[in-house]
C-alpha cells in the first residue's frame, strides 16, 4: 500500500513540555522566518530565543540563537553564503563551565549540513520534509550542524534519520540515538522521557 502524503507543517503555534525537567518552547511556524522561545530549570536555569531563516524546501538557511542565564547571555548567528558557513558569537558575563560558543572550525562544517537546535524539535520535522522521508526510503545519512543549548556551542557531525513507520522516526550518529513519534504532518509528538507536544 502507497503511503500516504504527509500533510502540512500547522503554521499555528505549537508548544512542547519538557518531561525530565521544568521547560516550555513555544514555536511559531509560519513563514520563511520562523522563531521560537524556551525557558529551561533545573541546576542551571536559563532562557533561550532563536529565529530562523527557512527555504520553500523546509531547509534552514540562517540561525539567529540568544540565550541567558543567571549573570551571563550568548548570541550567536549562523548562515550559509557562497558555498559555506559563518558563523558570529557574542557573549557577557560569567557562565561558569560551559563549553564556549561558536565553532572551534568552520572548514570542518560541510557546506550542505542541515542545521539543528537541540531539544528544539521542530527541527527534526524540517529534516524529514527536506529529506522527504518515507518508509520506503529506508535509513538516510547526511550531515548537521547542531547547535547545543544553552552554551550554543556548534558541533559538526552526522546523523541517520530512519522513518520505521509513518508515525515513528529513528535518529541516531552524532550524540545520544533517540526515538521521536510524529503526528501525520511529521510534527514531533513525544519523545519518551524528554518532551511531548501540549495538546
Known amino acids: 500500500m ?4 504527509r500533510a502540512d507543517v500547522p503554521a499555528t503555534p505549537l508548544t512542547w513540555q519538557r518531561t525530565d525537567t521544568v521547560g516550555t518552547e513555544l514555536v511559531f511556524p509560519r513563514g520563511a522566518q520562523p522563531g521560537g522561545s524556551a525557558i529551561v530549570a533545573g541546576s542551571r536555569a536559563y ?3 532563536w529565529r530562523a531563516e527557512l527555504a520553500a524546501t523546509s531547509e534552514v538557511t540562517a540561525l539567529h540563537v540568544t540565550a541567558q542565564g543567571d ?3 550568548r548570541e550567536l548567528w549562523l548562515d550559509r553564503a557562497d558555498g559555506a558557513w559563518a558563523c558570529r558569537v557574542e557573549q ?8 564556549a560558543p561558536g ?7 560541510d557546506p550542505a549540513a542541515l542545521p539543528h537546535l537541540s531539544d528544539s ?3 527534526v520535522s524540517w529534516t524529514i520534509r527536506k529529506l522527504g522521508l518515507t518508509v520506503k526510503s ?3 545519512t547526511v550531515p548537521v550542524v547542531r547547535v547545543r543549548v544553552p552554551s550554543l556551542a556548534v558541533v559538526p557531525g552526522t546523523v541517520t534519520y530512519h522513518l520505521v513507520s509513518p508515525n515513528r522516526l529513528r535518529v541516531t550518529g552524532t550524540g545520544p540515538a533517540a526515538t521521536f513519534e510524529l503526528d501525520d504532518a511529521g510534527t514531533v ?11
Open 103 to 109: 565553532a572551534e572550525q568552520l572548514d570542518t562544517i
Open 189 to 199: 509528538v513525544y519523545q519518551a522521557g524528554h518532551l511531548r507536544l501540549a495538546r
Open 121 to 123: 524539535p521542530i527541527f
Open 138 to 140: 529506508g535509513p538516510v
Open 47 to 49: 532562557t533561550l530565543n
Open 71 to 73: 549573570g551571563w547571555s
Open 2 to 5: 502507497a503511503e500516504r502524503p
Open 92 to 99: 557577557t558575563g560569567d557562565a561558569g563551565d560551559l563549553p
